[in-house]
């Protein structure tokens, strides 16, 4: 007797959960806010685009946080989350920084652009196979290797930062910010140590004062974006060579155990 005929078994697929969707949800939610930041500066609302990108960086930490704390990392968000920094973070800051001031710089200018972008993708890149790498110490994963995309894309706007806070005085020529976002380029491909902040571990001590600095920062923001921003962009570049020493300094003491 043969089963000609027979109906084929249908695959049981199971329902997922709303929660599983939530990471994916809010890297597509900081990709549209990127893009969005495009679209404003087409239209030369400078501190509309600004915030596009800020906001771009609050959705790329949260969707990282919400998948490890629902235990529901994937591969496809990790591919996602990449792509979507590689527009977010890479393409529309240099995009903006050039609608802003780079074409006046002629030809560096938009070599800035392209090489910030290719900065920006490279890193991302090379932080997707360093994932993989399981030899790294533990104490090694308090750090970055190179900038981070968001943080790169802060500091590349940091100039504009600058002159929506304090005005036209604070604008320099149009090269200065195209070298700028040159080596804010190279500091993202760079094998220069910078903190991590998922690796660190708080005292209870600075609990409380933590949470007072979180607030009055966001007061800030409220109350006096631009010049909130202008520091908190200045203040992490100054810690960039605090990064290097802290990391130095730990290396040597593992080397001496």
């Not at 990127?34 to 400078?46: K, M, P, S, V, Y």
């Not at 070599?111 to 993989?132: K, W």
């Amino acid at each position: 007797m043969t089963n000609e005929g027979a109906p084929t078994p249908r695959r049981i697929v199971k329902d997922l959960p709303i929660t599983r969707l939530l990471p994916n949800m809010l890297t597509l939610l900081s990709l549209c806010s990127g893009l969005t930041g495009l679209r404003f500066a087409l239209q030369e609302q400078w501190e509309h685009a600004v915030l596009a990108i800020v906001i771009a960086s609050v959705f790329d930490v949260l969707d990282g946080r919400v998948a490890r704390m629902l235990n529901i990392a994937s591969k496809f968000g990790a591919e996602l989350d990449s792509l979507s920094d590689a527009i977010s973070f890479g393409v529309a800051p240099g995009f903006i920084m050039y609608e802003w001031a780079l074409k006046d710089a002629g030809g560096i200018g938009w070599i800035a652009v392209l090489v910030f972008a290719a900065c920006g993708a490279l890193r991302l890149a090379r932080f997707n196979t360093m994932l993989e790498d399981h030899d790294i110490p533990v104490w090694a994963k308090r750090y970055f290797t190179g900038v981070p995309a968001p943080a790169g894309a802060s500091l590349g706007l940091l100039p504009l930062a600058f002159v929506l806070e304090f005005g036209d005085a604070a604008r320099l020529p149009a090269t200065v910010y195209a070298l700028w976002m040159i080596v804010v380029g190279g500091l993202m491909v760079s094998q220069l140590p910078t903190f991590a902040l998922k690796g660190w571990r708080i005292v209870p001590a600075w609990v409380a004062p933590i949470f007072v600095g979180a607030v009055a920062f966001i007061a800030g923001l409220i109350t006096n974006t631009w010049l909130t921003l202008s520091g908190a962009g200045a203040l992490y570049a100054l810690c960039l060579p605090l990064s290097w020493y802290s990391y130095r300094a730990r290396a040597k003491a593992e080397k001496e155990i």
